[in-house]
């Protein structure tokens, strides 16, 4: 029986056999109607050979089974093919938003500690200045190492103190009125010319406080911080 363009092999071969049979029949009905000798038992074997040989020949609805059937195993590794492709765009998908998650995640991590590091040296600078602003030394005629460096103690943040002593220790000994013969540079950080202490005070020549007072100020405005001026400092022999 035929379906659409499907025929099946047994359909084909119960076609052959049919038409085989029919025209034994026949033939047979003439045979006796003429007065043939035939066995109807040759006659039936005739049929059967006829209708298997028919049934081996690949004919044009045989090749459509045949093509059908490919059909459907394309068809089928087909689907299985785009399962496998879902499968693994699913699982890309899933391990790229896993590391993209890990990165945002890291990333404002990393936002929330220079924040924080923004903010404390924020604090430490408004506690420096601060300091500065509000330090007040009874005026001396003449002070000693020991009384300038306790000055500068309350004036230079603990953890940058050693930094800016070095510097002092190599540009004056800590001598506010230091003078350099051959160029002029003044005071405590051989200021050059002297007059740049004016920025910190009028009384830069006698109060060793506010010569530190335009040092510090110098050093964070132009490296960052003292040890950072006395690092150029050591690597330059100038700062």
Same mark, same amino acid.
């Given at each position: 029986?035929?379906?659409?363009?499907?025929?099946?092999?047994?359909?084909?071969?119960?076609?052959?056999?049919?038409?085989?049979?029919?025209?034994?029949?026949?033939?047979?009905?003439?045979?006796?109607?003429?007065?043939?000798?035939?066995?109807?038992?040759?006659?039936?074997?005739?049929?059967?050979?006829?209708?298997?040989?028919?049934?081996?020949?690949?004919?044009?609805?045989?090749?459509?089974?045949?093509?059908?059937?490919?059909?459907?195993? %394309?068809?089928?590794? @087909? #689907? +299985?093919?785009?399962?496998? /492709?879902? $499968?693994?765009?699913? !699982? =890309?998908?899933?391990? *790229? %938003?896993?590391?993209? @998650? #890990? +990165?945002?995640?890291?990333? /404002?991590? $990393?936002?929330?500690? !220079? =924040?924080?590091?923004? *903010?404390?040296?924020?604090?430490?600078? +408004?506690?420096?200045?601060?300091?500065?602003?509000?330090?007040?030394?009874?005026?001396?005629?003449?002070?000693?190492?020991?009384?300038?460096?306790?000055?500068?103690?309350?004036?230079?943040?603990?953890?940058?103190?050693?930094?800016?002593?070095?510097?002092?220790?190599?540009?004056?000994?800590?001598?506010?009125?230091?003078?350099?013969?051959?160029?002029?540079?003044?005071?405590?950080?051989?200021?050059?010319?002297?007059?740049?202490?004016?920025?910190?005070?009028?009384?830069?020549?006698?109060?060793?406080?506010?010569?530190?007072?335009?040092?510090?100020?110098?050093?964070?405005?132009?490296?960052?911080?003292?040890?950072?001026?006395?690092?150029?400092?050591?690597?330059?022999?100038?700062?």
């Amino acid at each position: 029986m035929l379906e659409g363009n499907r025929v099946s092999r047994i359909s084909v071969r119960g076609f052959a056999v049919a038409s085989a049979t029919a025209v034994t029949a026949v033939g047979s009905v003439v045979g006796v109607a003429s007065g043939s000798t035939a066995q109807p038992n040759d006659a039936a074997e005739a049929t059967a050979a006829d209708a298997t040989l028919l049934a081996d020949i690949p004919a044009g609805q045989q090749a459509q089974v045949q093509t059908a059937s490919l059909a459907q195993q %394309a068809d089928a590794q @087909a #689907i +299985a093919a785009d399962t496998s /492709a879902k $499968k693994d765009a699913e !699982e =890309a998908a899933r391990k *790229a %938003a896993a590391q993209s @998650a #890990i +990165a945002k995640k890291a990333a /404002a991590e $990393k936002a929330e500690q !220079e =924040a924080k590091d923004r *903010a404390k040296a924020k604090a430490e600078a +408004a506690s420096r200045s601060a300091s500065r602003d509000s330090s007040s030394f009874p005026v001396q005629g003449s002070y000693s190492v020991a009384q300038i460096q306790a000055m500068a103690r309350q004036m230079v943040a603990g953890d940058q103190f050693q930094c800016f002593s070095n510097i002092v220790d190599h540009e004056s000994s800590w001598n506010y009125q230091a003078v350099n013969a051959g160029s002029g540079a003044f005071g405590l950080f051989q200021a050059l010319p002297a007059g740049k202490y004016a920025s910190a005070g009028a009384d830069w020549r006698t109060n060793p406080a506010t010569q530190i007072k335009w040092g510090l100020n110098y050093m964070d405005s132009r490296y960052g911080s003292p040890c950072q001026a006395w690092s150029f400092w050591a690597a330059n022999h100038w700062y």
